[in-house]
């Protein structure tokens, strides 16, 4: 039975998983759902995610939200070392899958939904909330940058589940403005990963056609 991901072909957490997806050889099939168009709000689809949230990976009888979840399965169906080659390994990446979380992504989250869902809504950004994200990406940024000043990737020598998860925000800072030039550790790695990983250069593209196609659509420039 083939696994099937629900998702917006504009969401940086989708391309986590189409991403690891490809790396991994899992073959999935993609179900479109256009979060623009509240179809993640459908009576249908919130039997699948309650909080009207993508993506969505079905495989059979196996219903998973949240993206790191979702490659946390593949990776283990796959049997791959995308979560390690060791139980130590694994719970690295593990520990930074977990601080990507609760100190990373949110906040680049939270400035797309007021500098372009907002835009898009036809309401200002609200500062105070644009300014508090900036600071908390700013303290989590400077852990990474101090993390990746000796290393290619976040946990060991290669890439790992833990580099998809904290570069999926990179996915939408040329729209959101989030400060991550500042870190010159943290450009470069999200370099090497545009260079190195064909996947993740493949999906970028994927990302920019879909959410500048909006915003066009809305009248609004990239």
Known sequence: MTIKIHGDPG?????RVTTAARLMSVGIERVNVDLFKGESHTPEFLTLNPHG????????DVVLYEASAINLYLAEKAGSDLLGRTPRERYEILQWMFWSGEQW???STLTFDERIVKRLLGKPEDTGVVALAA???REAAAVLDARLADRPFVVGDRL???DLDIAAPFSQSERTRVPFGEFPNL???QRRLLDTVPAWAETRK???DRIEGVLVAAGISP
């Open 11 to 15: 969401s940086g957490s989708l391309r």
């Open 53 to 60: 949230l993508t993506p969505v990976m079905v495989d059979g």
């Open 105 to 107: 992504r949110v906040f």
């Open 135 to 137: 600071r908390k990406i």
């Open 160 to 162: 790992t589940l833990a």
């Open 187 to 189: 450009v470069a790695w």
């Open 206 to 208: 994927e990302v920019d």
